[in-house]
């Protein structure tokens, strides 16, 4: 049957587009412990101190999602067929959501932000990329009570030291750009690759923010910190299927 599907291919000029596949992609807030509501985020560092979030805007420029190695089988037919799959990395592609959406921080927990529908090439997809970067005039979110045009992160909030002490207020921005590889996660933590193979079949995907692990190795009122935060923010995303 081999030669019978390469030859239909070649003729017809296959795409795996035409499976209709698609995955919808969220942002969710997702910490480890309860779930938070209301005008603050109250996160504990490991040495104790206490950060409370009081205003908090992070840009994501980019989602992207990426197959799994080709098996043999597959390379040898992608390599006999002039069409190919398609793997463009531009803006609007079936594979990689390009609008910028700013996420404000102090959103509802319980609430997710609705980043696109993709509708790849029939495939099993094993990781994404996801991207911070500065947001542009034309970022969906953009907010009008801070600067968030030109910077990746704004955060506002206190300190409240673990021995006691007057809490101390920060104020950081950073247009630092940074990028993650993760790989699609099952419920139970573990890899779980996310299979749209099915002509007609619809997931659900999501983008996690764990926001608080961002403070376990960076002090917000430490020299840099603005930087830093966005290279703990793009290490502590994780990615989700239904």
């Known amino acids: 049957m081999l030669p019978v599907v390469v030859t239909s291919c070649l003729v017809l000029g296959c795409s795996s587009e035409e499976a209709g596949v698609s995955l919808a992609l969220h942002l969710a807030h997702r910490p480890s412990g309860a779930s938070q509501s209301g005008p603050e985020r109250i996160i504990q560092?490991?040495?104790g101190d206490v950060v409370r979030l009081t205003r908090g805007h992070l840009n994501v420029a980019s989602v992207e999602i990426l197959a799994?190695?080709?098996?043999?089988?597959?390379k040898l037919?992608?390599?006999?067929?002039?069409v190919g799959t398609a793997r463009a990395h531009t803006e609007g592609t079936p594979t990689r959501i390009g609008e910028p959406h700013v996420d404000d921080l102090l959103r509802d927990d319980a609430q997710a932000l609705t980043l696109g529908t993709l509708k790849p090439p029939a495939d099993r997809y094993c990781r994404g990329t996801v991207l911070l970067e500065p947001a542009d005039a034309d970022a969906v979110g953009l907010p009008a009570s801070v600067p968030m045009e030109g910077n990746t992160l704004w955060l506002e909030g206190t300190v409240e030291p673990a021995g006691g002490g007057a809490a101390q207020p920060f104020q950081l921005a950073s247009s630092s750009e940074a990028e993650v590889d993760a790989q699609f996660l099952g419920p139970a933590g573990s890899p779980s690759p996310v299979p749209l193979t099915t002509a007609g079949i619809a997931r659900t995907g999501q983008?996690?923010?764990r926001y608080d692990r961002w403070f376990d190795g960076v002090d917000p009122l430490a020299p840099g910190a603005a930087d830093a935060l966005v290279d703990a923010i793009a290490a502590s995303l994780e990615l989700r299927a239904d």
């Open 207 to 209: 983008v996690l923010v």
């Open 68 to 74: 799994c190695p080709s098996t043999a089988w597959r």
């Open 45 to 47: 560092r490991p040495n």
């Open 77 to 82: 037919l992608e390599a006999l067929s002039p």
